[in-house]
């Protein structure tokens, strides 16, 4: 026994993992960001802090509401689920590097026969059966342990390892996803609230336009044509207004969707709407990218996949297994665990596959091929994340600049407005002046809207470019389940 114990301490200390060590694959990778110089680019990393990043806006109600998103989500209680069977599939995989153990006990009542023939007279033969039934008593426990020589298991734990990784950054990046969708909404929502405000007051201008026009008409001032033109604006104008209100409607029932509740049971009321998009900071840790949970779960499917060349390539050797039996048999219950019924076995056990055509090399090249294609969709990923986070600092400048730009431009055009409108209320000019402007107004007006929506929504699909926001003062996402 003592032989059997220093030559399996040998073999496990000579044992080795074949196939590939893992590394981690090169990417282009630039020094810094283009688009926002001192924006500095690093590694992936999906366990670096990330919190409730949407607080920077200041809404106290969006601040609730994206709270609920991690703990209501239906697709994020998918994806928690499926890190769930990840982590066990772990589990499962560590279970196969220790000995198997097992136990078991029966009672058999037998019976083999065989007769004795004697002669009666002469009247034939009678066959009389002088067996009797056997009852047997068994108890026995075994172990099994296969000997991981050349880390076939250790390969397969290292993947699902590797697995069980991606899993975790697919789920905090569904909850990343899912919480941008909502603050996007959240902000669609109060555009949409302000494009109302604003179109029931033009609404009720251009009421007050058509009433001067309908006046002058009684009076034989203008033609009906003024009076038409009016009231076009008017009914236009009205509805867009109930377009609007549809809109936001279904903006509403993304949110309750999003938060996990039926449209019917949620509704947002509507608020003032101070909120603005927030300062890009000049200078950011060179740590950033590396909170994308998107570039490090493709990064661990690359680490999952290299494992996975290493188990094939270990199907080239022998598996080696120990097994040993130990137990008592006795065709007697009192006598069962006498030393003479005892009885044991142990020793190795090799098998090799000598010839099988070539199953195992192809099994190789498949792992080396898999592998290959991890590769190309994690560098995918790093150059989608890069660009996405160039297209949203553009973004953020030029929109900075453009809304700088348009609120000259509704000044202008609000004063063009009243000097037309006091015009035709003096008779000075036609009604096609005072149309003219307010549409062009109304249109000036919306097109401000329409960039603060979009500097809004540009500045959280930075934030989500970025993997979770630029701020160093975050928790980290939890993955614990969600309460039922």
């Given at each position: ?332 219950l009192d006598g069962l665990f006498n030393a003479s019924n005892r009885f044991w076995s142990f ?138």
């Amino acid at each position: 026994m003592k032989r059997i114990g220093v030559t399996l301490a040998a073999l496990l200390l000579a044992s080795c993992a074949v196939g590939p060590n893992y590394k981690r694959p090169g990417a282009s990778m630039p020094a810094e960001f283009k688009e926002a110089a001192g924006w500095k680019i690093s590694e992936p990393r999906d366990d670096a802090p990330r919190g409730p990043w949407w607080t920077i806006f200041g809404d106290p109600l969006l601040n609730d509401l994206a709270a609920q998103v991690q703990a209501s989500n239906q697709n994020i209680r998918a994806f928690e689920a499926a890190y769930r069977q990840a982590t066990a599939a772990v589990q499962q995989s560590r279970s196969a590097l220790f000995p198997t153990l097992n136990a078991s006990g029966s009672v058999t009542r037998s019976e083999r026969g065989t007769g004795a023939a004697s002669t009666v007279a002469s009247k034939g033969t009678v066959v009389t059966n002088t067996a009797r039934p056997v009852t047997s008593y068994s108890v026995s426990g075994g172990a099994s342990w296969d000997i991981d020589l050349w880390g076939r298991i250790r390969r397969q734990l290292e993947g699902s390892n590797a697995s069980a990784q991606a899993s975790a950054a697919d789920l905090a990046n569904a909850t990343l996803s899912a919480q941008a969708q909502l603050v996007t909404a959240y902000f669609e929502i109060r555009v949409q609230d302000e494009l109302r405000r604003l179109l029931d007051q033009t609404a009720e201008g251009f009421a007050e336009s058509y009433k001067i026009a309908q006046n002058k008409y009684n009076q034989g001032v203008v033609s009906k044509a003024d009076l038409a033109q009016a009231e076009t604006q008017l009914r236009n104008t009205q509805a867009q207004a109930v377009s609007a209100r549809s809109q936001r409607d279904q903006l509403e029932h993304a949110i309750a969707v999003l938060i996990g509740k039926a449209p019917a049971d949620f509704s947002l009321e509507t608020v003032d709407f101070n909120v603005l998009a927030p300062d890009i900071p000049v200078g950011v840790p060179s740590t950033l990218l590396e909170r994308r949970p998107d570039v490090a779960a493709a990064e661990r499917r690359v680490k999952s996949a290299n494992a996975q060349i290493g188990v094939a390539i270990a199907a080239y050797f022998p598996d080696l297994t120990l097994t040993g039996n130990f137990g008592y048999s006795s065709s007697s219950l009192d006598g069962l665990f006498n030393a003479s019924n005892r009885f044991w076995s142990f020793g190795p056990q090799a098998a090799m596959n000598l010839l099988d055509f070539g199953a195992k090399g192809a099994q190789v090249t498949r792992a080396r091929a898999a592998y290959d294609q991890e590769v190309a969709s994690y560098r995918q990923t790093v150059l989608i994340a890069l660009q996405q986070v160039e297209d949203q600092l553009t973004a953020v400048s030029a929109l900075a600049e453009q809304a700088a730009i348009q609120s000259q431009a509704v000044d202008a055009a609000r004063d063009a407005q009243r000097i037309a409108r006091n015009q035709y209320r003096a008779g000075t000019t036609d009604f096609t002046a005072v149309a003219t402007t307010q549409a062009s107004a109304l249109s000036s007006e919306q097109s401000a809207l329409t960039i603060r929506r979009n500097q809004l929504t540009a500045a959280v699909s930075l934030i989500q470019a970025l993997g979770g926001g630029w701020t160093g003062q975050m928790t980290d996402i939890k993955t614990e389940r969600p309460p039922a």
